[in-house]
């Protein structure tokens, strides 16, 4: 007979037992992922790689996944070398663009595990050719370079991506920075910034007493087993790297990207493997011990936390080098992964590493409209894939399905609090009211110089964001901060099962009239002289001045304060995250009894001293700058030859017409026929033109 106490054992097992079962049926089974042939997530990968490859035109991709130390699967898909019909290899180079600065970072934590530098301190201690305008920059750390949070303008993109070497270009971004201002106080905010990471590897070189390129390929590169990374210092071996195309399929020159620090590794799936499992092995891969654990825990901290940051964006979490520690597509699933993303000019890569689950991705791929957003598209349908396969997660999310929220009512006051001129780095917004009590944006367009809707008829919701009807998904709302109000963005992204918020402006007003310094330079018109001869910078040399109600408009449409002085117009956008990237003071210098103007490292002539092409035969001799010179022919009332010589077989020169549209390009010599009109030579190397 069973007693009471019995009884009562008797049930307690029988729900334990119901609990357990209900744990078994409803909580997903983690599988030892040692031996998973993850079947599915290769035949999805395979599958994304194709719909992409086929909707963006991309030439070539090529993807690698680990699980642990063990490459899972690495294939190429597409062609090389289209003309010849060559598929990619393993062995096949990418840039991969920006994801180098991944090892600037791993290189400076080297030392500071060596204790030969600290995080905190101060990068003159260790760097004393270092210096700018603004007294601060004493106070820049070496944190502050690999988070973002330096304060520097941005990027000297002058020499920065050419199709022959350049070897000099991060000693040329410390002679820009000594006549440059900071754009914010060292530390307060983090905004996208690779002049940080070319410091730091002019802070390796100072340091260590070897080349940047050197101590990478010692320290990390070989003791790896990377064998197929290199920086291009010279032209590499023929078919060893992926070629590039235009949007129209023409293929492009192979590109030197001398950021080196910044984005210049080239590399291919394979090797990209292996610098993950070093970090999933928390700064060790077999035998080869990188960093110490407290050094990967370091770079994974939120560097953003601190700052000033209006809105929390998931996807700009910037870690140490890592663009956010936060990645949102798997943070959606409850699964913390950390991530950076790399882009040139028709070639775009993103690597990600799922530290808990031991999983890792690499994605590359060139040409046609293959965008960063397509790497993170690919990277997130295989991760997902491969947490369902190892029982991390019951199944793929499904892509966020749009219902407008109910409307609520923002009073006059609020909306007209709202409405206003927003700046960034890459375009001006203007946001005015629409009927009843919508809101629309505007986009100003700097060459047909007039404003185009971008969003209408945007409603306050219940959660305070602006939505319409239309597009439920893409949501605005303002916020107030540190006495600024700014401009939020909140999209779906990526796989596109989760949403992200970006502060995508600052509003702007004007509280005195343009200065007449600068009001009389908004008839001026300039061009640039000092960029490399085959920069694409080229392809639009001129740069004028605008005016929106007595703030400045460079050619880009970047505000400025032109109340700084009367030679100095100054950066005045406090934005984190990527819209407050790349700023430039316009800087008014006196040459040659004119003004010219710099914008960063860049110099430009006045249009209207360009010396004019007289006819019969000119010498034309560059000065002891290098400088590329200009002349123009004038009103030509009738059709001629133009013959140009260089006196280098291959020097090399442009010819634009009245509206600097450039109608030819070319090396050595060549006769061109010109119609009546008028027209702008810029010549490269010395020359003569008979005409």
Known sequence: MRTTENLSKVGFLHFLFLACLALIVFVPVRVCSADLPYTATIAEGRRA?????????????SVAFTDGDRLVWTETFGYADRASGTPPTKETMYCIGSTSKMFATVAVMKLVDR???????????????????????????????????????????????????????????????????????????????????????????????????????????????????????????????????????????????????????????????????????????????????????????????ASFNPVKSN??????????????????????????????PFMKALFTVVPDERLAAFVVGASGNFSSNDTIVLMERLLLNALVEKGRIPSVPSPLKGKA????????????????????????????GGRGQSLSIYRYDPEKKRWGAWQKGLTMRSDGYFASKADPLQAFAFRTADGRQYLINRSVAGY???????????????????????KKRLARHWLMINDNPTSDAWEAPGADLGNYGGLLLSSDSQVVDPTLSDSRAGMMLVIPQLKGRDLNDLVIENRAGDEWLRLGSYLFQPRETVEKLAPGETTIVLGPDGNSEWRVIDRLNKAKTLTISPDLPDGSWRLYDARLKQIERGKGKKTLPLAGGTYYLLFHDNARVLF
């Open 405 to 432: 929220l109910p409307e609520k009512t923002a009073s006059p006051a609020e909306l007209r609090s709202f409405a206003g001129c927003y700046g960034r780095s890459d375009s001006l917004l203007r946001v005015s």
């Open 496 to 518: 596109g099962h989760y949403q992200d918020n970006e502060v995508i402006g600052q509003k702007v007003t004007v509280t005195a009239a343009l200065p007449a310094s600068w």
């Open 315 to 344: 996807m700009v979490s910037y870690g140490l080098g890592w663009d956010t520690v936060r990645q949102p597509g798997l943070g959606a699933v409850g699964v913390t992964a950390w991530q950076k993303g790399g882009a040139i």
């Open 49 to 61: 790689v194709k719909e992409i490859m086929e909707r963006t035109g991309a030439s070539s991709v």
């Open 115 to 305: 204790g030969l530098i600290a995080l905190d301190e101060p990068v003159v201690k260790h760097l004393k050719s270092f210096r700018m305008l603004s007294p601060e920059y004493r106070q820049i750390t070496v944190r502050m370079l690999l988070n973002h949070s330096s304060g520097f303008p941005g990027t000297d993109y002058r020499n920065a991506f050419t199709t022959t070497p350049f070897k000099d270009y991060s000693a040329q971004v410390l002679e820009t920075l000594a006549t440059e201002r900071l754009k914010h106080a060292p530390g307060y905010l983090s905004v996208y910034c690779n002049d940080g990471f070319t410091v730091a590897e002019q802070l390796i070189a100072s340091v260590t007493g070897k080349s940047y390129p050197r101590f990478v390929e010692d320290e990390i590169l070989k003791p790896l087993g990377m064998k197929s990374s290199r920086y291009m210092l010279d032209y590499p071996p023929e078919g060893s790297a992926a070629k590039r195309y235009d949007g129209k399929g023409r293929e492009l020159p192979f590109m030197f990207v001398n950021v080196l620090a910044s984005g210049g590794l080239y590399s291919t799936p394979s090797d990209m493997a292996r610098f993950a499992m070093m970090l999933i092995g928390k700064g060790r891969l077999g035998d080869a011990r990188i960093l110490s654990e407290k050094a990967v825990a370091e770079m994974a901290k939120d560097q953003t936390l």
